[in-house]
């Protein structure tokens, strides 16, 4: 039972132009959601997070925003470069529950390849 | 520096045999996690520990064992019972409520 799904396994994209990566979930007990870079054969990289009692996080080029009534959330890199190729990952948790505090559920992933 | 330290990078064990894959973390972090990734899939779960002389079983915790008798080291097993223990092992750790998971660089398992 997949409770955070990315359904776009790959994304090709620009450098200089927006990449947008999006995130649903369908549990309603998370309220900490992440993205994560990852390179092959290295452990995933934290970029942003965002706490359910907010909409929208940024940070440099790093913009999330979380829609908690469609249960969706959305990763913006601008502009996009090169190095920005990897995998993305988004997770979540729920950290109200005792039984499943600080459990992270990964997404999938997206392949995002930036062309000069 | 701190950070989490996974040994070995790369490792070989033939069908049958239990190994054991080492994570340290000099992060003073509370909780640890172990993950696996597989080819095209995203991570997922094996055991999780809150505390020291804890942990929970994650989704796919079938096969593995793991213990927290420090706060600094989560040891994974992977037993002779994990049908197909191929794969890619992620450490993790982090420091309480609404703080991000650092990983460290994976352990590459192969079972020959």
């Known amino acids: 039972d997949q409770q955070v799904k990315q359904n776009s396994p790959s994304l090709s994209v620009q450098e200089g132009r927006i990449s947008i990566l999006n995130c649903d979930y369908t549990n309603s007990m998370f309220d900490y959601f992440l993205w994560y870079k990852k390179y092959p054969a290295e452990g995933p990289t934290f970029l942003i997070s965002i706490s359910s009692i907010k909409d929208k996080n940024e940070d440099g080029r790093f913009t999330v925003f979380l829609n908690k009534s469609a249960k969706h959330l959305s990763l913006h890199i601008v502009p996009s470069q090169p190095g920005d190729s990897a995998v993305y990952f988004c997770?979540?948790?729920?950290?109200?529950?005792?039984?499943?505090?600080?459990?992270?559920?990964f997404g999938a992933g997206t392949q995002v390849v930036v062309t000069p | 520096d701190g950070g989490i330290t996974q040994s070995p990078k790369y490792l070989f064990r033939k069908e049958g045999q239990n190994v054991t894959l080492s994570c340290e973390q000099n992060?003073?972090?509370?909780?640890m996690y172990w993950y696996r990734q597989d080819p095209g899939q995203g991570l997922r779960l094996i055991y999780y520990s809150q505390i020291v002389n804890d942990f929970q079983k994650g989704d796919i915790a079938e096969g593995y064992s793991v213990s927290r008798e420090k706060k600094e080291s989560f040891p994974l097993t992977v037993t002779s019972a994990q049908k197909n223990p191929t794969a890619f092992y992620l450490c993790?750790?982090?420091?309480?409520?609404?703080?991000?998971?650092?990983f460290g660089q994976g352990t590459r398992l192969t079972v020959v």
């Open positions: 997770a979540a948790s729920a950290w109200v529950t005792t039984d499943s505090w600080g459990k992270f559920q």
């Open positions: 993790a750790s982090s420091s309480g409520a609404n703080t991000e998971a650092f």
């Open positions: 992060l003073n972090h509370d909780a």
